[in-house]
């Protein structure tokens, strides 16, 4: 009689872990970021004086655009300020674009 006892509350015991274990909910997982980090622009030169090294958020790509040219460079996405400097040192105007929104630069005019 006290084995059966026993058996019974032991097996009332477990199904009762098991319901309990069962209705614990978990957490979803936090969103994880989606998307590039680094995003492709196209720099088009449209003008005469539009020549020189491209620079984007103050610092050079390495890259040289002639004029009436074409480059593209990999920035940072978000906002970036593009420009282009020549030989002499001379900056261009800046062009701020929202990556990967904009994905393409013209530079029409020189300052």
């Known amino acids: 009689m006290k084995d059966k006892f026993l058996k019974s509350i032991l097996i009332m015991s477990f199904l009762v872990f098991l319901i309990i274990a069962g209705c614990q909910q978990t957490q979803p997982l936090p969103p994880q970021p989606t998307g590039p980090t680094t995003c492709t622009l196209t720099i088009y030169s449209q003008c005469f004086a539009c020549w020189g090294y491209v620079w984007v958020n103050g610092l050079s790509t390495g890259k040289y655009i002639d004029t009436n040219g074409m480059v593209q460079v990999s920035v940072p996405c978000g906002v970036a300020a593009v420009q282009i400097v020549d030989e002499f040192g ?10 990967p929104q904009t994905s393409i ?3 029409t005019y020189f300052w």
């Open 90 to 99: 001379n900056y261009s105007h800046q062009e701020i674009v929202q990556t």
């Open 105 to 107: 630069v013209i530079f």
